[in-house]
């Protein structure tokens, strides 16, 4: 008998033996993941900065200063940035939890649900603000 | 064994016994070390979760001022609340833990700093940074503006 032969992919004997390769949409999930990342870098600064100016500022203020195109704009990238980088993490924060197939199908749309609908009720917030 | 898939579910652990293997979270329980690396993981998820929530309060904020002054001064009375400015620290602490490792993570992705002791550090960088940025915004916020 010769030895066993040696593996030099990276690759679990598990995958091996289970010969399914990637899913095909993996990829997309771990590249948006990380575009929206980069992406929330400058815009969550951004963020911060406008909270600490806006600190102790009156609903006069607040609607002046997303009066200003510029803070609209920014805004709404952030809010994009922001709620679809959540909805990446918590889909993969509820598949590593949620071991009932129904269950996790049912909780990602769900929590799906629930961002779509704050993400566009920040949209119209700042738009109405704006406009 | 109920389901064929079981079959999958069956491993050997470094001393060679043969085990049930562990489903996530198994960094929590006796399968795993406690370290640097596992500590700064999961505090990555947990601030991942407490900004998720804090997103709720960005909402609240933003649909308040959009609603009118009656509905802005309930909210400006709820977030200015002692409990408000505790979930608001909160939500700082866990904001720029999770933007200072999530650098940390991109680093990673691009190849750089995953030699156990560049890890090590880069990982104490992070509760450093953490802790200067969050302490530097309430003391901006309380005596500057």
Known sequence: MSTDPTIHIMRSNLGRARGLGSAKTGLHHWWAQRVTAIALLPLSLYFVLTVLSLDHATRDQVAAFFAEPWNAVLYLCLIAALFYHLKLGVQVVLEDYVHTESTKVASILLVNGVIVFCALACAVSILKLAL | ?145
């Open chain 2, 1 to 145: 064994m109920k389901d064929v898939r079981e079959a999958l579910m069956v491993g050997r652990n470094t001393e060679g016994r043969l085990v049930r293997r562990p489903v996530s979270p198994f960094m929590l329980g006796s399968a795993y070390k406690f370290q640097t690396s596992s500590l700064t993981s999961i505090m990555h998820r947990i601030t991942s979760c407490a900004l998720g929530v804090g997103t709720l309060l960005l909402t609240y904020w933003l649909v308040s001022a959009a609603s009118g002054d009656g509905a802005y001064s309930i909210a400006e009375a709820i977030l200015g609340s002692w409990f408000g400015i505790l979930v608001l620290f909160g939500f700082t602490v866990a904001l720029f833990y999770h933007f200072c490792n999530g650098i940390r993570h991109l680093a990673w992705d691009a190849g750089k700093g995953f030699e156990l002791p560049d890890m090590h550090r880069s990982g104490g960088l992070v509760v450093a940074a953490t802790a200067i940025l969050t302490l530097a915004f309430w003391a901006l916020a309380f005596f500057i503006w």
